[in-house]
């Protein structure tokens, strides 16, 4: 990033949230959430495929049930799943029943296996990102309580509104993810959480050379762009594959796979792999925040306790 004009910007206070999407009962998916609370992460936040993972809506109520203080959200649904009124319903409701801690991810859709379980095309990028647009538009309105009438070329409403309201107002914040320049536009232009991931290619798989510190500094660029005057407001997420810390008590072996991959990552240098000693991630974390804006981490649960001291060091800072 050398010779790059650092970050201008509005300076958000770090947040980590924890991505989780099995577990084998009730309560242990519980007790997930309730440790992920107690060790200081701010968000439980869930992806949406069809494989073997549990339902978002049902899950991250059951864990908003369970805390209070803990943040919840789909990261993120795959709009072609669901219609955007039903989208909007669910999301109400969720927020109503968690005491207004819902955070709701939207993206296009990116899994073919899905696609193929549920026996519905899987149409190139630009078909897909139209309907998100569309969708994203229609959801915001509904969830900001106005009375919805929309004929576009994908979806038809008709004097669609909910109720109840929801408790976050003028709606709960709305997150978009995804990595090309479009969805990097809606995201700018319409959500207040900019999920910032690597392209997927059209077959549905990460494109390697996007998850560089480079291109996300490239993606961030677009960002800024897009957003104008509204860019300071936004929150910029990355999500982290995986993590983990040398050092810091972990038990021996750990901790020099830890320190092994520290090595290569800093080879590498990726906003998507985090591994190192705390004063080392503690450090490259502050200066990313300063030179690219970026906040918000979500990190995977299988590293929830391990990356405990890096969460009490910097969230909420």
């Given at each position: 990033?050398?010779?790059?004009?650092?970050?201008?910007?509005?300076?958000?206070?770090?947040?980590?949230?924890?991505?989780?999407?099995?577990?084998?009962?009730?309560?242990?998916?519980?007790?997930?959430?309730?440790?992920?609370?107690?060790?200081?992460?701010?968000?439980?936040?869930?992806?949406?495929?069809?494989?073997?993972?549990?339902?978002?809506?049902?899950?991250?109520?059951?864990?908003?049930?369970?805390?209070?203080?803990?943040?919840?959200?789909?990261?993120?649904?795959?709009?072609?799943?669901?219609?955007?009124?039903?989208?909007?319903?669910?999301?109400?409701?969720?927020?109503?029943?968690?005491?207004?801690?819902?955070?709701?991810?939207?993206?296009?859709?990116?899994?073919?296996?899905?696609?193929?379980?549920?026996?519905?095309?899987?149409?190139r990028p630009g078909v897909r990102v139209d309907r998100l647009v569309e969708s994203v538009d229609i959801v915001g309105r509904?969830?900001?309580?106005?009375?919805?009438?929309?004929?576009?070329?994908?979806?038809?409403?008709?004097?669609?509104?909910?109720?109840?309201?929801?408790?976050?107002?003028?709606?709960?914040?709305?997150?978009?993810?995804?990595?090309?320049?479009?969805?990097?536009?809606?995201?700018?232009?319409?959500?207040?959480?900019?999920?910032?991931?690597?392209?997927?290619?059209?077959?549905?798989?990460?494109?390697?050379?996007?998850?560089?510190?480079?291109?996300?500094?490239?993606?961030?660029?677009?960002?800024?762009?897009?957003?104008?005057?509204?860019?300071?407001?936004?929150?910029?997420?990355?999500?982290?594959?995986?993590?983990?810390?040398?050092?810091?008590?972990?038990?021996?072996?750990?901790?020099?796979?830890?320190?092994?991959?520290?090595?290569?990552?800093?080879?590498?240098?990726?906003?998507?792999?985090?591994?190192?000693?705390?004063?080392?991630?503690?450090?490259?974390?502050?200066?990313?925040?300063?030179?690219?804006?970026?906040?918000?981490?979500?990190?995977?649960?299988?590293?929830?306790?391990?990356?405990?001291?890096?969460?009490?060091?910097?969230?909420?800072?």
């Open positions: 990033m050398t010779g790059r004009a650092a970050y201008r910007g509005a300076v958000h206070p770090f947040r980590f949230g924890v991505t989780a999407s099995r577990a084998g009962s009730a309560d242990e998916w519980t007790a997930l959430a309730r440790r992920a609370e107690v060790l200081g992460y701010d968000t439980l936040l869930m992806p949406d495929h069809l494989g073997r993972q549990l339902s978002p809506f049902s899950a991250l109520t059951a864990a908003a049930l369970a805390t209070t203080r803990l943040r919840v959200g789909p990261f993120v649904l795959a709009n072609d799943y669901r219609h955007p009124l039903i989208v909007a319903r669910e999301a109400a409701t969720l927020d109503l029943l968690s005491g207004g801690r819902l955070e709701l991810g939207l993206g296009a859709g990116w899994n073919r296996r899905d696609y193929r379980s549920l026996g519905i095309p899987y149409d509904l969830l900001a309580g106005e009375t919805v009438d929309h004929h576009g070329p994908h979806y038809t409403l008709t004097s669609a509104r909910l109720s109840p309201p929801t408790v976050q107002r003028p709606r709960p914040p709305i997150m978009v993810g995804g990595g090309g320049p479009r969805i990097l536009r809606l995201a700018a232009r319409a959500a207040d959480i900019v999920a910032l991931q690597p392209q997927m290619d059209p077959r549905g798989r990460p494109i390697i050379r996007q998850a560089t510190e480079a291109a996300t500094w490239a993606k961030v660029a677009l960002v800024r762009e897009f957003a104008g005057e509204r860019f300071d407001r936004l929150e910029l997420n990355v999500i982290v594959a995986d993590a983990g810390l040398a050092g810091s008590g972990r038990p021996p072996l750990e901790s020099l796979s830890a320190a092994a991959r520290a090595a290569v990552v800093g080879l590498v240098g990726t906003p998507y792999v985090m591994y190192g000693t705390l004063a080392r991630l503690r450090d490259v974390l502050l200066r990313r925040r300063e030179r690219l804006g970026i906040s918000y981490y979500a990190l995977p649960a299988r590293a929830m306790e391990a990356m405990a001291p890096l969460v009490g060091a910097l969230a909420g800072r």
